[in-house]
């Protein structure tokens, strides 16, 4: 049972505009949301992180949203950049961390 | 290096082989964890270290599987009588410990013949 979800499993976004990638949750007990970028023959990468008394966290280009009501989260890249072509991963941690399936974004050109 | 070190980078074994993968967290890090990531997915909980102690390792397979990390600083994860369903990618991360993020490793991929 996949507690947490990641539903597209790609993202295809020109450069300069907004990325959105999507995530939801099933167990109202997390307490600490993350996003990690993943290159090929890499380990993840930490990006970005939110606590669940909060609901915005902000670090340059990327923003995370929590909804808590609904068990969503998001991430925005804006604007995105070739570079952030690669898998992001959402996870939520009770300790260890249960990570999404993951989204391949591609910036296009 | 500054970061989590993992070796070998790609170990292929026989069925039946046992092999032993290799961690070195970031120094200070009193949390190590490791991961399972098959193709496709995303990185799977195997066991969690505090320190030397194992406080969790819920997500081993079965007890073929085995880790330690007697001194609180290295790991070592164990497979044992490797079977083809082991091959897969996997991962150490560390961290401060709390909700301070885990910093991955690159992964050590392991293929089973």
């Known amino acids: 049972d996949q507690q947490v979800k990641q539903n597209s499993p790609s993202l295809s976004v020109q450069e300069g505009r907004i990325s959105i990638l999507n995530c939801d949750y099933t167990?109202?007990?997390?307490?600490?949301f993350l996003w990690y970028k993943k290159y090929p023959a890499e380990g993840p990468t930490f990006l970005i992180s939110?606590?669940?008394?909060?609901d915005k966290n902000e670090d340059g280009r990327f923003t995370v949203f929590l909804n808590k009501s609904a068990k969503h989260l998001s991430l925005h890249i804006v604007p995105s950049q070739p570079g952030d072509s690669a898998v992001y991963f959402c996870?939520?941690?009770?300790?260890?961390?249960?990570f999404g399936q993951g989204t391949r974004l591609t910036i296009n050109p | 290096g500054a970061g989590v070190s993992q070796s070998p980078r790609y170990k292929v074994a026989k069925r039946g082989q046992d092999v032993a993968l290799r961690c070195d967290p970031i120094?200070?890090?009193?949390?190590l964890f490791w991961y399972q990531q098959a193709l496709g997915q995303g990185p799977e909980f195997l066991t969690y270290?505090?320190?030397?102690?194992?406080?969790?390792k819920s997500g081993l397979p079965s007890d073929r599987f085995f880790a330690e990390r007697p001194e609180g600083s290295v790991s070592t994860l164990k497979i044992q009588r490797t079977q083809q369903e082991d091959s897969a990618v996997y991962l150490c991360?560390?961290?401060?410990?709390?909700?301070?993020?885990?910093?991955f490793g690159d992964g050590t991929r392991l293929s089973i013949l």
């Open positions: 991360a560390s961290s401060l410990g709390g909700t301070q993020p885990q910093h």
């Open positions: 167990n109202s007990m997390f307490d600490y």
């Open positions: 939110i606590s669940s008394i909060k």
């Open positions: 996870a939520a941690s009770e300790g260890k961390a249960i």
């Open positions: 120094s200070g890090h009193v949390s």
């Open positions: 270290f505090q320190n030397e102690a194992q406080l969790d």
